[in-house]
């Protein structure tokens, strides 16, 4: 055996040995104590299935309740509109669209999601193979991606950490973990141009709170390939959409809360570093659930024009806290952390503010950036076998950057240098700031040593330092550089 | 609070996908308690701590990286500023040992040359599992200029994290310690270029 096929013998091992544990699920193995996140004894489920150590605040469990009464009221309406789904909706469309708004009662969210997403439209196509006694495409991808899937690693590493802290995905192989881990698999086999990318398994689990295995697949499909929400693009190597978005997203900003971007730029803080999240998961895990669920619902019903808005939105409603940090660790944490947590405002008012945000920005034409390029859409047709490079097999890095690659790397540094620049600007001018610039200590050589860094130009601190030490290495060869230049210190502050 | 700091520094953490990123990051933020159940990091992920080494604040700025390969990209436009980065691997896992060189090359393009690195084992706890001895990583070590030390870690148990950081801490504040010296003083870099052309005369 040739050292390749060595190593593609083991990568398809290591393949299989990860499928097994899938299939045969958590009852039929023994899966290590420590593989499941310990609750201890004490632990509320909320209603969505998240678990929570600590005491929720009452106020949670008075809105919950509330939400519940107001909910059953709602129910009737959307009883009889998901009925007659077809016949009701082309008609009523303003109806529709404000009952959305209003909120979706939780238990016909699935119904409603399967509607919005073509699901069951989607599954009709099957029947056919069904009648004929073929396996669905569905299990038909499944089959294919368990012998062939290249992302089935990273699907798993990523299954392991995704929603351990809900009852569905708490234990290690469970069945919504299997399944979970099925329709990751079956589309990366489905679409291989895309494959998977992280971001997916989240969007997928939200989806599989409410949807089966199959129609989680459809949904998944419908999200990434259907033009109104064309998450495809997100995804794919060279990120397109996202760069699409993130320069619509600043150009929001600079129109709409300049001084906020202002105050952004000023703390570095470009907004790949908070929208990306929020995009490519759809707010998930940086507002709380029950306030994504409700922007998923909107998104559903507007597509891709939400994620701009729900941005925007975030952003003016918290922008005079925001402008009140004085660093850039603050602000983050505040993105990352606290709006997850508890983001100030109730579910009802964001989505009114929501749509005003949409309005406003529709009214100014500035809803949706400039339309994609056919690079975000897929080339191939979907379910087209597509051989993967022998790297992808092995499981390897790839050691070469693509052009795209390339691209969006100097994309993203020319940005945070857009932001550097005014920095320095901010940095000359205004001196009583400076305390203020994330990048920027508060003592003036750590100010140096940044530009240096940053800029790239000067002699770099490592010559500097380089030059000083070869010199003293002259005087004793033996020391390694480190501690040569330790002692240079010493003996400089001496 | 934040502000009152006589350092800043920059670490970046690289390495291959669930070799333990961001449970290094807890765990050297939160010390004693490791509760948190991660979530995978898509992009960057930023957050500090400050430490005190000596009579000096430093801060740390922890920029936690995607380790899958489709977000290289974007990751690596963040080693550019850097002042460290921690290339973490799995001990249990030899695999994310042998990318070490790719994750160097991704160094090279993409950080100013005077980034200093130290090469992280994590999951030391594991130690039925061990694919990599410590040895080889510091065969590595030497082999390779940039990285100044390599360290096995745990992140479950608390091991040798926070001397991961103070570690590179101290180096960074020791070569800036120098720079400001040598721009700052012109005593000391009078008296220091003295004693480097006394050596050069010899």
Redesign the interface.
């Known amino acids: 055996m040739t050292e390749i096929e060595e190593q593609l013998f083991q990568a398809n091992q290591e393949r299989e040995k990860i499928v097994l544990k899938y299939t045969i699920g958590r009852k039929n193995q023994l899966v290590d104590y420590w593989e499941d996140?310990d609750f201890g004894l004490h632990y509320k489920t909320d209603r969505y299935g998240f678990i929570h150590t600590e005491d929720l605040p009452k106020e949670f469990d008075e809105q919950e309740k509330k939400e519940k009464e107001i909910e059953i009221q709602r129910a009737q309406k959307w009883l009889k509109m998901v009925k007659n789904w077809e016949k009701f909706v082309p008609l009523n469309r303003e109806k529709l669209y404000r009952r959305i708004y209003k909120g979706v009662p939780d238990k016909l969210r699935r119904n409603i999601w399967l509607k919005m997403l073509k699901v069951e439209t989607q599954m009709k196509a099957n029947e056919e193979d069904l009648a004929n006694n073929k396996p669905s495409v569905y299990n038909r991808m499944l089959q294919l991606g368990y012998k062939y899937s290249t992302e089935i690693?990273?699907i798993d590493?990523?299954i392991?950490?995704?929603?351990?802290?809900h009852e569905y995905f708490r234990e290690r192989y469970s069945t919504k973990q299997q399944q979970l881990f099925n329709v990751l698999v079956a589309y990366s086999m489905y679409n291989m141009e895309l494959g998977y990318?992280?971001?997916m398994?989240?969007i997928t689990a939200v989806l599989l709170i409410y949807l089966n295995e199959e129609e989680s697949f459809w949904a998944l499909n419908t999200l990434m390939v259907d033009k109104k929400y064309a998450m495809h693009g997100l995804?794919i190597?060279?990120?397109p959409k996202l760069m699409r978005f993130l320069a619509h997203h600043d150009r929001i900003l600079t129109k709409f809360l300049p001084k906020l971007k202002k105050a952004l730029d000023k703390h570095n803080l470009d907004s790949?570093?908070y929208c990306?999240?929020w995009f490519?998961?759809i707010f998930v895990?940086r507002i709380p659930f029950s306030l994504v669920l409700r922007v998923w619902d909107v998104f559903m019903l507007e597509g891709e024009r939400v994620l701009p808005a729900m941005a925007y939105t975030i952003l003016k409603l918290h922008a005079n806290k925001l402008l009140k940090f004085?660093?850039?660790?603050?602000i983050?944490?505040y993105f990352?952390y606290k709006l997850h947590k508890n983001f100030g405002y109730s579910d009802n008012y964001v989505i009114n503010a929501l749509q005003t945000s949409m309005s406003e920005l529709r009214a100014k034409k500035l809803d949706l950036p400039p339309p994609a390029e056919s690079n975000e859409f897929p080339k191939c047709e979907l379910g087209t076998f597509i051989e993967p490079s022998i790297e992808k097999k092995l499981?390897?890095?790839?050691?070469i950057?693509s052009e795209?690659?390339?691209?969006?790397?100097d994309l993203?540094?020319t940005r945070?240098e857009e932001n550097g620049n005014d920095l320095d600007i901010i940095d000359e001018n205004q001196d009583d700031n400076i305390?203020?610039l994330?990048?920027a200590?508060?003592?003036?050589?750590?100010r140096?040593?940044?530009s240096?860094?940053?800029l790239?130009t000067a002699t770099?601190?490592?010559?500097?330092?380089n030059s000083?030490s070869s010199?003293?290495n002259?005087?004793d060869v033996d020391d390694d550089?480190?501690e040569n230049?330790?002692e240079?210190?010493e003996?400089?502050?001496l | 609070m934040s502000e009152d700091f006589d350092f800043l520094f920059k670490i970046v953490l690289i390495g291959d996908v669930s070799v333990g990123k961001s449970c290094i990051v807890t765990r050297f933020k939160t010390g004693n308690v490791f509760t948190e159940r991660h979530t995978n990091t898509i992009g960057v992920d930023f957050s500090m701590k400050n430490i005190r080494i000596g009579n000096k604040n430093i801060k740390i700025q922890l920029w936690d990286t995607a380790g899958h390969e489709r977000f290289r990209s974007i990751t690596s436009s963040y080693y550019r500023s850097a002042h460290g980065v921690l290339i973490v691997y799995d001990i249990t896992k030899k695999n994310t040992f042998l990318s070490l060189q790719k994750w160097l090359t991704e160094i090279r393009s993409y950080t100013a040359n005077n980034v200093i690195c130290a090469l992280i084992g994590n999951k030391c706890d594991l130690t039925e599992e061990r694919e990599v001895t410590l040895d080889e990583a510091k065969q590595v070590c030497e082999l390779v200029p940039e990285i100044l030390f390599c360290l096995e870690t745990s992140a479950k148990d608390n091991t040798n994290v926070e001397n991961a950081f103070t570690r590179i801490a101290e180096e960074l504040m020791n070569r800036q310690s120098c720079i400001n010296d040598d721009h700052d003083s012109n005593n000391i870099k009078l008296g220091q270029s003295k004693s480097v052309s006394n050596g050069c005369n010899c």
Do not use: W
């Open positions: 996140p690693r990273q590493n990523d392991n950490r995704c929603f351990r802290d990318c992280q971001g398994s989240t995804y190597v060279g990120f790949v570093l990306l999240k490519f998961v895990e004085k660093d850039m660790d603050s983050t944490e990352q499981g390897l890095r790839s050691s950057f795209t690659e390339k691209n969006v790397t993203v540094i945070s305390s203020n994330n990048t200590g508060s003592t003036t050589p750590i140096r040593f940044k240096m860094n940053s790239n770099s601190i490592a010559t500097s330092v000083i010199e003293f002259q005087n550089i480190s230049e330790y240079i210190v003996s400089t502050r």
